[in-house]
Nanobody, 115 residues
Framework: QVQLVESGGGLVQAGGSLRLSCAAS????????MAWYRQAPGKQRELVAE???????NYADSVKGRFTISRDSALNTVYLQLNSLKPEDTAIYYC?????????WGQGTQVTVSS
């Protein structure tokens, strides 16, 4: 099993930036995928960005060019840099780890973007 703890959320004005962190309780190097999802009120949870064990990345169209996912395997941490934030980015952001046939979620961190 792995425990994931997100941090870095907060309240920011439109156009601002935040960096989210996801700290894992064990080595993330061999995780098949580390991903960030988000869920806005009344909406389904959606994939924001993901990074594979090989370093490939994938982004939702709505965040391409504004968000960047990265990882530091030495620190067992995955980051999500959020730039040029928009009010529609307001959501709870969750970290997810996938390995073999298993997965784990973090508890989430709130991001609120004011207009």
């Amino acid at each position: 099993q792995v425990q994931l703890v997100e941090s870095g959320g907060g309240l920011v004005q439109a156009g601002g930036s935040l960096r989210l962190s996801c700290a894992a309780s064990r080595n993330i190097f061999n995780m098949n995928v580390m991903a960030w999802y988000r869920q806005a009120p009344g909406k389904q949870r959606e994939l924001v960005a993901e990074i594979t064990s090989g370093g490939s990345t994938n982004y939702a169209d709505s965040v391409k060019g504004r968000f960047t996912i990265s990882r530091d395997s030495a620190l067992n941490t995955v980051y999500l840099q959020l730039n040029s934030l928009k009010p529609e980015d307001t959501a709870i952001y969750y970290c997810k780890a996938e390995w073999d046939s298993f997965y784990a979620w973090g508890q989430g961190t709130q991001v609120t973007v004011s207009s």
